[in-house]
T-cell receptor, first 115, second 110 residues
Framework: GALVYQYPRRTICKSGTSMRMECQAV??????VAWYRQSPQKTFELIAL?????????EQNFTQEKFPISHPNLSFSSMTVLNAYLEDRGLYLC???????????FGSGTRLTVL | QQKVQQSPESLSVPEGGMASLNCTSS?????YFWWYRQHSGEGPKALM?????GDKKEGRFTAHLNKASLHVSLHIRDSQPSDSALYFC??????????FGDGTQLVVKP
């Protein structure tokens, strides 16, 4: 079956420091990967969408300078939160699709706490 | 801007009852709607999709889509305590972006 693994499950960092999170699709080749942040209030924000053969597209309020993403192949994506502050805390979810008609398969997320 | 409005924010139904959740897209250029369910400590998992007008039934779950009004609903009949979770609708737009509603916290009381 299609699985998405995210690592680490949770992380704590000091304000102003950076942390990297990883996402791996297992059992399928992801044609696109979307990164979301789920707030403590449970709402989703789309950070960026990475599609095969296209540049990574960031949503308003999210920039490559703050959330650089690396998507070297169809199975692996990583995102870094640079210079993290309180407003960056939340559950970062990676969703991978294996085709346009397919759903997003999500990992369990990386929970970021900023002290 | 593409956005999905979801209601209600929370819903409590007795065991065996019917739960109804609703979503409306702000943009008619959607391709599909998906319904997701999220349990605490996990990522959301897809329940079912719908892209044609009308009803789509999968077991106790029925999705209904009205493209003209940009509205989708999910109905859970014979609700069980194990159905208690956070439910999200998601709209997949023609530009490949996927936006989620703000979620409905469903509680099914035994």
């Amino acid at each position: 079956g299609a699985l998405v693994y995210q690592y680490p499950r949770r992380t704590i960092c000091k304000s102003g420091t950076s942390m990297r999170m990883e996402c791996q699709a297992v059992g399928f080749q992801a044609t696109s990967v979307a990164w979301y942040r789920q707030s403590p209030q449970k709402t989703f924000e789309l950070i960026a969408l990475s599609t095969v053969n296209s540049a990574i597209k960031y949503e308003q309020n999210f920039t490559q300078e703050k959330f650089p993403i690396s998507h070297p192949n169809l199975s692996f994506s990583s995102m870094t939160v640079l210079n993290a502050y309180l407003e960056d805390r939340g559950l970062y979810l990676c969703g991978a699709r294996r085709g346009e008609a397919e759903t997003l398969y999500f990992g369990s997320g990386t929970r970021l706490t900023v002290l | 801007q593409q956005k999905v409005q979801q209601s209600p924010e929370s819903l409590s139904v007795p065991e065996g009852g019917m739960a109804s959740l609703n979503c409306t897209s702000s943009d008619r250029n959607f391709q599909y709607f998906w319904w997701y369910r999220q349990h605490s400590g996990e990522g959301p998992k897809a329940l079912m999709s719908i892209f044609s007008d009308g009803d789509k039934k999968e077991g106790r779950f029925t999705a209904h889509l009205n493209k003209a009004s940009l509205h989708v609903s999910l109905h859970i009949r014979d609700s069980q305590p194990s159905d208690s979770a956070l439910y999200f609708c998601a709209a997949i737009y023609s530009n490949n972006r996927i936006f989620f509603g703000d979620g409905t916290q469903l509680v099914v009381k035994p």
